[in-house]
Nanobody
Framework: QVQLVESGGGLVQAGGSLRLSCAASGLTFSSYAMGWFRQAPGKEREYVGR????????YYADSVKGRFTISKDNAKNMVYLQMNSLKPEDTAVYYC???????????????WGQGTQVTVSS
């Protein structure tokens, strides 16, 4: 049974930083790309970024580029989202998701976590 469990969310002031973690189990983690998504109240889910299964490439949405960094530790089955210079508009529930390498081109994700709340106060 595949499980993705996010942690590290919370309340932070604008300009601050948070590091989200996602612990994966039940899958061959090194064969999966990992993505981060977020969903604000009343809005559609938004892509934040992703990292390739071998950590060789990372990609980010324009809205977070230069502020957020995704890293992946295949030895620990963990993926991280370092968020710096946070803005109130970054407030959302953040989700990690796992993507088989065969789905890389399609963008389809196979497994999702439950999410962790990030709130940025102004």
């Amino acid at each position: 049974q595949v499980q993705l469990v996010e942690s590290g969310g919370g309340l932070v002031q604008a300009g601050g930083s948070l590091r989200l973690s996602c612990a994966a189990s039940g899958l061959t983690f090194s064969s999966y790309a990992m993505g981060w998504f977020r969903q604000a109240p009343g809005k559609e889910r938004e892509y934040v970024g992703r990292i390739r299964w071998d950590t060789r490439y990372t990609y980010y949405a324009d809205s977070v580029k230069g502020r957020f960094t995704i890293s992946k530790d295949n030895a620990k089955n963990m993926v991280y989202l370092q968020m710096n210079s946070l803005k109130p508009e970054d407030t959302a529930v953040y989700y990690c998701a796992a993507q088989r390498s065969s789905s890389w081109a399609s963008g389809r994700y196979d497994y999702w976590g439950q999410g962790t709340q990030v709130t940025v106060s102004s």
